[in-house]
């Protein structure tokens, strides 16, 4: 990106699972050469086991507490510029939604529900979807946390139907601009 200067310049990807974050952060870390920073599997890491196994032995709030917990080191990290990719569910909790905003140049990454669903399904690694009615669940979930993500994003990008290298171009586009103008007003 070019800008120097002392200001956090992360690009922090949200959004429902399925839509992208993963894949996108590692299209950008290519074309940035930013450090790729995935909040889930950094969790994973640290507690040796997957999101799955930490659902069933500890439940949704203890790991949406290691999510509060790991956003605010990365909020306070010395890396002025790096690429994260956050869980699902990070807007659920209120005081995540401020740091997510100072962290960087928010963009929400969004699908259709019946993508999301198609997505989705490949894998059993979404707890959060293993019931009777996994699309049901997706509507309630995303009817919950859409206004959040509205809330704390300075840019949507609906996946659906463009290719990753499209999305990548047209968030560093963006996201140019939006440092830029971050840059001038701090003068």
Known sequence: ????????QNIVL???????????????QQRLGYPFVDMDQII????????P?????????AFRDLECRLLRELSVSPLLRQIIST?????ERAENLQVLKRLG?????????????ERTSKTR???????DDPARKIRELLERRTPLYQSVAHMEV???????????????????????????ASR
Not at 14 to 28: A, N
Not at 53 to 61: K, L
Not at 87 to 91: D, R
Request: proline residues 3%.
């Open 158 to 184: 609906d996946t659906h139907g463009l290719d990753f290298g499209e999305i990548a171009s047209g968030i560093l586009e963006s996201a140019r601009y939006f440092f830029s103008r971050m840059e001038s």
């Open 44 to 51: 994973e890491q640290r507690q040796g086991e997957s999101i």
């Open 14 to 28: 949200i959004g429902f699972m399925g839509c992208g974050k993963t894949t996108i952060g590692r299209e950008l």
């Open 53 to 61: 196994e930490i659902f069933a032995r500890q439940g949704e709030s």
């Open 1 to 8: 990106m070019n800008i120097a200067s002392d200001c956090r």
């Open 87 to 91: 869980g699902g569910g990070i807007v």
């Open 105 to 117: 140049y928010v963009v929400w990454l969004s699908a259709p529900p019946k993508v999301i669903l």
């Open 125 to 131: 690694n979404r707890p959060l979807l293993q019931g």
